[in-house]
């Protein structure tokens, strides 16, 4: 069971950063996807960025160029650094962690959730 602590959530302008973090209870080496996804009211949950364990990333087409997803494996901590925010990326975010065990069978964690709200 890998335990899931987000942070860094608030309230910021348009045009502002944040930056979320992702502490894991587990070395994060031993994790085969890391995530952040985002869920605003009335919609469903949506991946906004992924980090898989050999490091390779992948973004949501609203966040690109926009967001980062970044890891620190001694602290075991994933991030989201946010730059340029935009009202729409309103929402709760939460960190995911995903295992594959050797049948291909995956599981998931979730974090609480934490609430990035911009104003315009």
């Known amino acids: 069971q890998v335990q899931l602590v987000e942070s860094g959530g608030g309230l910021v302008q348009a045009g502002g950063s944040l930056r979320l973090s992702c502490a894991a209870s587990?070395?994060?080496?031993?994790?085969?996807?890391m995530g952040w996804y985002r869920q605003s009211s009335g919609k469903q949950r949506n991946l906004v960025a992924g980090?898989?364990?050999?490091?390779?990333?992948r973004y949501a087409d609203s966040v690109k160029g926009r967001f980062t997803i970044s890891r620190d494996i001694v602290k075991n901590t994933v991030y989201l650094q946010m730059n340029s925010l935009k009202p729409e990326d309103t929402a709760v975010y939460y960190c995911?962690?995903?295992?594959?065990?050797?049948?291909?069978?995956?599981?998931?964690?979730w974090g609480q959730g934490t609430q990035v709200t911009v104003s315009s």
């Open positions: 587990e070395s994060i080496s031993s994790i085969n996807n």
């Open positions: 980090l898989s364990r050999a490091g390779v990333t």
């Open positions: 995911n962690a995903q295992r594959i065990n050797t049948f291909e069978i995956k599981t998931d964690y």
